[in-house]
T-cell receptor, first 114, second 112 residues
Framework: AQSVTQPDIHITVSEGASLELRCNYSYGATPYLFWYVQSPGQGLQLLLK??????LVQGIKGFEAEFKRSQSSFNLRKPSVHWSDAAEYFCAVAPSGNTGKLIFGQGTTLQVKP | NAGVTQTPKFQVLKTGQSMTLQCAQD?????MYWYRQDPGMGLRLIYYSASEGTTDKGEVPNGYNVSRLNKREFSLRLESAAPSQTSVYFC???????????FGSGTRLTVV
């Protein structure tokens, strides 16, 4: 069965430091992969997505993610974190077919220290 | 503003009461979804509608029913609420597999 794992439940980084959030998926075919961000009390907002082509994808708010098929990973990165990046981040995979269903990871909560 | 609108934003129910969560989108998307979010469990799919006139069960459908009223609206009904249904509920819509979702702002439901 398809699944998504975010190994880190909670991460704390200092403002200005670099960030990497990990995501591993279990899926046989070429996956459609997504990263979402959820600010407290809000809905989820799409940061970026990948389904083909260049394995390094750029998203909004200065985020990028790299697809590595050999490692079944789709890690999210940002070179310099801002206090406003504190939020919960979700990785998701779309299984085959065109229903558009997404399977979400458990989420990683990012805390930013001043 | 274009997007997904959910009502209500907050609700407290007593065990055994029923209610309907409403969701409407104005982006002409074919597919709509209901998820619940619980701490440490991410988002779990309750029901989805791939197109107008169709609905299918997701990962956690027990205790819920849905209606795809038309292309814009997709409602979620709790017939007899239970404390285990205390959660934050999100509605989302999508054009298809590669497009990702647009989410509503959520309904925080407490069942006492």
């Amino acid at each position: 069965a398809q699944s998504v794992t975010q190994p880190d439940i909670h991460i704390t980084v200092s403002e200005g430091a670099s960030l990497e959030l990990r995501c591993n998926y279990s899926y046989g075919a070429t996956p459609y992969l997504f990263w979402y961000v959820q600010s407290p009390g809000q809905g989820l907002q799409l940061l970026l997505k990948y389904f083909s082509g260049d394995t390094l994808v750029q998203g909004i708010k200065g985020f990028e993610a790299e697809f590595k098929r050999s490692q079944s990973s789709f890690n999210l990165r940002k070179p310099s974190v801002h206090w406003s990046d504190a939020a919960e981040y979700f990785c998701a995979v779309a299984p085959s077919g065109n229903t558009g269903k997404l399977i979400f990871g458990q989420g990683t909560t990012l805390q930013v220290k001043p | 503003n274009a997007g997904v609108t959910q009502t209500p934003k907050f609700q407290v129910l007593k065990t055994g009461q029923s209610m309907t969560l409403q969701c409407a989108q104005d982006m002409n998307h074919n597919s709509m979804y209901w998820y619940r979010q619980d701490p440490g469990m991410g988002l779990r799919l309750i029901y989805y509608s791939a197109s107008e006139g169709t609905t299918d069960k997701g990962e956690v459908p027990n205790g819920y029913n849905v209606s795809r009223l038309n292309k814009r609206e997709f409602s979620l009904r709790l017939e007899s609420a239970a404390p285990s249904q205390t959660s934050v509920y999100f509605c989302a819509s999508s054009e298809g597999r590669g497009s990702g979702y647009t989410f509503g702002s959520g309904t925080r439901l407490t069942v006492v």
